[in-house]
């Protein structure tokens, strides 16, 4: 057996804003929700993901039927696996039995971070899990049974996984090479309450004798400890202090985007602050070449769970995923990075270095909010426990920037997909004039030229479009309702009738805001209709007070008018 390198080395971490993707997931309760819905949502961050709506329809395999299965994140071959004599129809990341799934990768000990001969990455996982499961809890068990059977091809990754009563969240992490398979523990989140997670691990100590709502790999612990990664009873076993110690970018980067949640419906957040900005307690410094003991994990860190001070509704997710640290000391709108314009996204690399007051070249960091450019797809999961199955589960979808976008309702038993969200409708490198993700894109890097002037109104039209889709839905769902009660084939028809129309829709009138909105703020201006004149009203706002005297400060007299003159 191959051996582990020192613990100093698997004490390197693989962090996720390394990695292609960095994304962020919050997980609502049954009892947590203002219609007693269940809730995930899920960011898909990557400067190289296309943003599209996966369709898997409902299928029956002959027996001896294979699966192939290709790395989610590349496309690369990984091996083949038996099929299931039947799968079910999925949509996105959710299927016709409500069941959903999102993930965010934290990468974790970069020892455990390969696997030779594996064949299951998290894509495939999430999307062959959902094709074979009518409950959070068999996802959770396919899961765990895929990885031990054919091995763990990715690092570090934290699940949402949700159905219409409960749900959970899984973390897992690779065995390492000269191993097979993962160790992973699943915590249901308690009814009543709200979780998140962000590219950092977040479960800590768990229960081992309540299987209703704690499920684990019978060698979660014992592994750590044969591998000399960890030290101490079982009942203080930490996994994600052992399997990925929260450090600085752990928390200003990931756990911040879940702090930053927690803060709009907690009241108690302020506390954990510092700890979202970086600064990491210890009861006990990790010495080098050790394994890692209880008083050495992080003495500060968030709750996994809170309870909110309100019940949480849909909109109120769209919201969350919205979120650039508005409002606090980081907010991205108000320091010089943001420009004249208050522009809360930073173009990339996520850290650099430069020369401080004193002349030493130090290391730096942007910040890494919710709501950010390079997001490919995000949704919202909704299940519905109160209406059936084929009526009940809904996607709210959308491509591009969360902040600039619009969330479709997407019933997710729905035999077809909107042309405009279709896979193979364009490409990353390859333009389509009706792909809602390049629409989305062209009005959104529009804004970002004039951010203070031309979101605003990129966000009353989004606020308008999803207030109407919400009262849309209750009235689709009566429609279907009363057509379930008599042909349940003619109510899927009807509510994939709607998904499709009403998304093609959207993405349609998107792409004629964009035109108005060229036409009205293009080469700085700001123009108007005038009606009965041949010209528009036109107005050049220019730039702040505050600008202009920065620049004074920074120029002195070079741009200094002497002598009058225009």
Known sequence: ??????????????????????????????????????????????????????????????????????????????????????????????????????????????????????????GSLMYIALQRSKTAREAIKVIGDLMAKYGYYSSGESFSISDANEVWIMEIIGKGEGEKGAVWVARKIPDGYISGHANQARITTFPFDDSSNCIYADDVISFAKRKNLYKGKNKDFSFSDVYAPVDFGGARFCEIRVWSMFKEVSNDMMKHFDYAKGIIQHKKEHKENTPITKENYASNRMPLWIKPNRKITVQDMMNFMRDHLEGTQLDMRKDVGAGPFELPYRWRPLTWDAENTEGETKHYCNERATSTQQTGFSFIAQSRSWIPNEIGGIIWFSVDDAASTVYTPIYTSSTKIPDCYAKGNGKMMEWSDNSAFWIFNQVSNFAYLRYNIIHPEISEKQKNYETKFVKKVKAIDAGAFQLYKTDKKLAVEFVTDFSVNNANSLVNDWKKFYQYLFMKYMDGNVKTLNPGKQNPNLKQPGYSKDFYNNVVKQTGDKFLMKGGGH
């Open 1 to 122: 057996m191959k051996k582990l390198t020192p613990f100093f080395m698997t004490f390197m971490l693989v962090f996720a804003f390394n990695t292609n993707k960095a994304c962020t997931n919050f997980l609502i309760s049954k009892g947590a929700s203002a219609d007693g819905s269940v809730m995930i949502s899920y960011a898909a961050d990557s400067h190289v993901l296309y943003g599209e709506l996966y369709h898997w329809p409902a299928m029956d395999w002959p027996a001896g039927t294979m699966l192939d299965v290709y790395e989610w994140d590349t496309g690369k071959f990984l091996g083949q696996i038996p099929q299931v004599s039947h799968t079910y129809n999925v949509t996105g990341n959710m299927n016709e039995h409500q069941v959903a799934i999102g993930e965010t990768t934290y990468g974790g000990l970069k020892v455990l971070g390969s696997q030779k001969g594996a064949i299951m990455d998290y």
